[in-house]
């Protein structure tokens, strides 16, 4: 069997106003991975994550995800792949007036039949399940506080949480840490890194400061005007490479 879990293959994005987001990517990611993806704003990063799990449709290319061809499935099919590949967004997208416990249990909602969603029949698996990913996350001594009076980096916990009660096999992150302080920015990786070591969930993750690629990457690739320049471990990101990334006049920013 093997130990690929995604395959990109010339993966080509055009937007209707003829903006070309991906020019042939192409990458593997094998199971168990942290892979980091960087590049400038406008590379193409949130985008990629986008294809891969179908919520934009590439213009061409493929994208097989444990072996089967995800790019061209009908959207019951995507919602059925969608429930095996985690997403994190920048904004968090939680349910402000909704309960931490009751934001987590949102991730199960794929799995359970249209009449038991609606109203919101969990079963006491799940919410066990929930209780346990908050603990994960070391937030669940809030879940029964509204998930609008958390700080960022805590709501940011439960959108981790989340995910993982999806019992994905991949989880994909789209600049998960850029709105937070650089302590709560650590907090935050430190748990998603925690999710990939004890889970074993393979983890794809956008970040813009290296110094937190060089101490969560496990593989790093880099995207520049939506091709793929880089790909190799973050100790071989030089500062040659460095600048053929972000451009001669960037100065690499330290997140202690």
Request: glycine share 8%.
């Amino acid at each position: 069997m093997s130990d690929t879990i995604l395959s990109v293959k010339n993966l080509v994005k055009t937007y209707p106003n003829g903006v070309q987001a991906l020019k042939g990517v192409s990458f593997d990611v094998k199971k168990g991975e942290f892979l980091v993806v960087i590049g400038l704003s406008g590379s193409g990063k949130s985008t990629l994550l986008r294809c891969i799990n179908r919520l934009h449709d590439p213009s061409s290319g493929d994208v097989l995800f444990e072996g089967e061809n995800i790019t061209h499935l009908d959207s019951d099919a995507v919602k059925s792949i969608r429930t095996k590949i985690g997403m994190i967004f920048q904004h968090f997208n939680l349910i402000p007036r909704h309960t931490v416990l009751s934001n987590v249990l949102m991730g199960r909602l794929g799995q359970m039949s249209v009449w038991k969603s609606l109203f919101g029949m969990f079963s006491d698996e799940d919410k066990s399940n929930a209780l346990k990913y908050l603990k994960l996350v070391g937030i669940s001594d809030k879940a029964k506080i509204r998930a609008d009076q958390l700080s960022g980096g805590q709501q940011q916990r439960v959108a981790i949480a989340r995910a993982l009660a999806q019992n994905p096999s991949m989880l994909l992150a789209d600049e998960p840490v850029a709105s937070l302080d650089p302590a709560t920015s650590h907090i935050v990786m430190d748990y998603l890194r925690k999710a990939n070591q004890e889970l074993g969930i393979t983890i794809v993750c956008n970040l813009h400061f290296l110094s937190l690629v060089r101490q969560y990457a496990t593989r790093v690739i880099a995207l520049k005007d939506g091709q793929l320049i880089f790909q190799g471990s973050p100790d071989e990101i030089t500062e040659e490479w460095f600048r053929k990334i972000y451009g001669d006049d960037a100065r690499e920013v330290r997140v202690n």
